[in-house]
């Protein structure tokens, strides 16, 4: 997962919020009665929260997803050099030894650099999951306190 892909996350999730900062903005605009508001408001708040964590879901689905198709393929590299190396004639048998191990070292090293590369990308998938959450959440809440005020009389 590149960085184009932790952003395009960070736009959905603005995007998200900012769906829901119009949809509050329409609700309390619109002409009906304080119960009726809240209640569609509420239903609004519990409509993109739950698409939020869809989405984050999705995305975390889907870093595991390439994590576990790069290291088959991976696998399938190594087992076929390995297979090939095998088949070779016997007096040069000890230099295919070596350019073997040599190969298995480097594949390793690309094994170990991807599953690096994913032990940052999951954790910051999963932040900006829970930062989209938290967003939601904290929106929903200042939603609540504007509605109470809007609904309070005096």
Known sequence: MNNNQVAAGLS???????????????????????AETRSMLSDKVDELYGEG?????????????????????????AAAAGDKLGAA??????????SRDELRAKMEAARNRITEQLGVAVPKAEEAAEEVADAVEAAAEAVGEV?????DPA
């Open 53 to 77: 964590k869809s989405v984050a879901a999705q995305s975390f689905e889907k870093i595991q997803e390439t994590a576990s198709t790069a290291g088959a393929k991976i696998q399938e590299t």
């Open 147 to 151: 509605v109470e005020v809007a609904a």
């Open 89 to 98: 004639a016997g007096n040069l048998k000890p230099r295919i030894n070596e």
């Open 12 to 34: 959905i999730g603005g995007l998200v919020l900012g769906g829901l900062i119009g949809v509050v903005v329409g609700l309390l605009v619109a002409p009906r009665s304080g």
